[in-house]
């Protein structure tokens, strides 16, 4: 099956640093890929959806200044958090979804996870 | 606008019982997708189940059964004979056949405990 992979898996920083999370999809090429968080006990809220080649879709309520988004090849989108706060502190997911081969193609697929402790 | 509604939040058996997830959907659109992702401590999604709105033909998957209802917009998942390891978060999901990414909606999530 396809894979997704994202690293780092775990990151600690200080307040006021940035950090970027990287998505890469394995062994197929991503046109979309999709941004999610998760607060501890809580569902994945969408942040954002990325599109190759062009600029990604902010959900509402998603700083894009906060948050950027780049999805410069078919296999790579990133996430930078910009000036992390403590209260950014979350597991940042992402997703990715190839080209449409057939009409019930339309599943997503995970990366593992990236756990965002901001001191 | 589409939602995801899991009414339980937290759901406690013991090993061996039979249980079962609710999921409830709303979605203006005829043609949706409906999904089953089970978190394990780990943080790790892992995908158990699509299905498209035009198929409702229950499935079975070994001790896994799912049971699609579109006239009670509804996609309920249940575990046979459960047992410690099914002990997770399970997460029911919906995308509409849209342009616009196909965005998956996530219901709230019920956290099974299966006990010894």
């Known amino acids: 099956g396809a894979v997704v992979s994202q690293h780092p898996s775990r990151v600690i920083c200080k307040s006021g640093t940035s950090v970027k999370i990287e998505c890469r999809s394995l062994?197929?090429?991503?046109?979309?890929m999709f941004w999610y968080r998760q607060f501890p006990k809580k569902s994945l809220m969408l942040m954002a959806t990325?599109?190759?080649?062009?600029?990604?879709?902010?959900e509402q309520g998603v700083e894009k200044d906060k948050f950027l988004i780049n999805h410069a090849s078919l296999t790579l989108s990133t996430l930078t958090v910009t000036s992390a706060h403590p209260e950014d502190s979350s597991f940042y997911i992402c997703s990715a979804r190839g080209p449409r081969m057939e009409r019930d193609n339309n599943e997503q697929f995970f990366g593992p996870g990236t756990r965002l402790t901001v001191l | 606008a589409q939602k995801v509604t899991q009414a339980q939040t937290e759901i406690s058996v013991v090993e061996k019982e039979d249980v079962t997830l609710d999921c409830v959907y709303e979605?203006?659109?005829?043609?949706?997708?409906l999904f089953w992702y089970k978190q394990p401590p780990s943080g790790e999604l892992v995908f158990l189940i699509r299905?498209?709105?035009?198929?409702?033909q229950n499935e079975i998957s070994g001790r896994y059964s799912w049971n699609f209802q579109k006239s009670t917009s509804s996609f309920n998942f249940t575990i046979t004979a459960s047992q410690v390891v099914d002990s997770a978060v399970y997460f029911c999901a919906l995308s509409e056949d849209t342009n616009a990414g196909n965005m998956l909606t996530f219901g709230g999530g019920t956290r099974l405990m299966v006990k010894p």
């Open positions: 990325s599109n190759e080649g062009s600029k990604a879709t902010y």
């Open positions: 062994d197929f090429q991503a046109t979309t």
């Open positions: 299905r498209n709105s035009f198929d409702e």
């Open positions: 979605t203006r659109d005829t043609t949706y997708y």
